[in-house]
């Protein structure tokens, strides 16, 4: 069995508390619309969000028709939304600079929007040897390739790397592809899981 040189990260749920929920409260409060409605038209419009396929201002124009209200008033809507909701667990961070000071090489993988992308690279972290997000690549988690890709940017087999997400489907694609696989629980509970899956080589 191959010795893991690299760990990738998830972004939302992992590195930082789910988003999700309080961005689309802002959003719906925003909107002024109900939120099992917003719900419906995000799922509808989000995937190719999501994959860069469409921009945020085409999002809104979809979204916003569907839901028979006016665009947002803010430029991006969204960003402002994620910038509100963004809570880092700051031990998770600790944990990746901890790894790259021990010699691994370290990803992160994230299916985010646009405006979430840009948001982090505003933030500067530099704790990350590669940078893959969804919007970006034009193909999400479970897809094959946006791990593939990953891989390859970090320079190491399947077997070599490590994810840690919070989605079981996501856990699965990596496992599809060869990579290693940790669901995210707690903080405390995941390093602990972590350090024993290093320690033993896997």
Not at 128 to 136: A, G, H, M
Not at 155 to 160: K, W
Not at 176 to 198: N, P, Q, R, Y
């Amino acid at each position: 069995m191959k010795t893991i040189q690299a760990v990738i990260f998830d972004w939302g749920g992992v590195l930082i508390e789910n988003p999700s929920p309080n961005l689309d409260l802002h959003c719906t409060k925003e909107l002024g619309v109900p939120e099992d409605a917003f719900a419906r038209v995000r799922e509808t419009h989000y995937p190719a969000f999501l994959k860069g396929v469409i921009s945020e201002a085409e999002f809104w124009i979809r979204a916003c028709g569907d839901l028979g209200v006016p665009l947002p008033r803010v430029p991006s809507l969204w960003g402002e939304a994620f910038r509100r909701a963004y809570v880092p667990r700051k031990e998770m961070f600790d944990l990746v600079v901890l790894l790259k000071a021990s010699g691994y090489r370290t990803a992160l993988l994230s299916n985010a929007e646009e405006p979430a992308a840009f948001y982090f690279k505003e933030l500067g972290y530099s704790m990350f040897d590669v940078l893959t997000f969804s919007c970006l690549e034009q193909t999400a988690k479970p897809e094959p390739e946006i791990y593939e890709r990953t891989l390859r940017r970090l320079g190491v087999a399947p077997a070599e790397a490590l994810l840690i997400d919070d989605r079981e489907e996501c856990l699965d694609g990596a496992w599809a592809v060869g990579i290693h696989a940790l669901l995210f629980t707690t903080a405390e509970d995941t390093i602990a899981s972590l350090k024993s899956c290093l320690s033993r080589g896997e």
